[in-house]
Structures are given as C-alpha cells and as structure tokens.
C-alpha cells in the first residue's frame, strides 16, 4: 500500500490542487474493494485514520458509493463502489 500511495503522489498533477484528486475502485463483488482503502487511509497522512469503508465477509456489505479522503498533502479522495456484476443474458 505505501507504494500505491508514492505512485499516486509522484503521479499527481498540480491542476487538481484546488478539488483533490478523486479515484474510484471498482470490481466484482468481495473482492477486497473497502479493506484495500481501510489499509491505505491506515498508512496515509490524515489525523484521524480510522477505517470508515465498511468491509465485511458477506456480499453486498457496500450499498452504495461513498467517498473517502485518503491523502491531505497531495489532497486525494477514494471513491469506494458496490460491486459490479456482468449482467447474464438468457437468450430465448
């Protein structure tokens, strides 16, 4: 995770200096998506650096899009999303 959080500063353009950087993670369902950014906020620079995304062993623990800060210096944000599925189609 700290070389995640290098890439993204090393990476970070000065345009986004006023609004932050915002990303997004998105993925199959239970995958990891809400722990991956518990453990970045974890090892960031915030003052207060408890997990907020709710991660749990059941599907669907995320039930909607919420919006996390990562990073103060560069300001970052980490979009956390519900699990995404490839829709079935049944064919007649």
Same mark, same amino acid.
């Given at each position: 995770?700290?070389?995640?959080? =290098?890439?993204?500063?090393?990476?970070?353009?000065?345009?986004?200096?006023?609004? =932050?950087?915002?990303?997004?993670?998105?993925? %199959?369902? !239970?995958?990891?998506?809400?722990?991956?950014? !518990?453990?970045?906020?974890?090892?960031?620079?915030?003052?207060?650096?408890?997990?907020?995304?709710?991660? =749990?062993?059941?599907?669907? %623990?995320?039930? =909607?899009?919420?919006?996390?800060?990562?990073? !103060?210096?560069?300001?970052?944000?980490? @979009?956390?999303?519900?699990?995404? @599925?490839?829709?079935?189609?049944?064919?007649?």
């Amino acid at each position: 995770m700290r070389k995640v959080l =290098g890439f993204l500063k090393e990476h970070y353009r000065l345009k986004y200096k006023q609004v =932050g950087l915002w990303l997004m993670a998105c993925g %199959t369902p !239970n995958v990891g998506k809400s722990s991956i950014i !518990n453990q970045i906020r974890s090892i960031s620079d915030l003052e207060k650096k408890t997990a907020t995304a709710k991660a =749990g062993p059941a599907v669907c %623990t995320t039930r =909607g899009v919420s919006g996390f800060k990562i990073l !103060n210096d560069p300001l970052m944000f980490l @979009m956390d999303t519900p699990g995404v @599925m490839i829709p079935s189609v049944i064919p007649k």
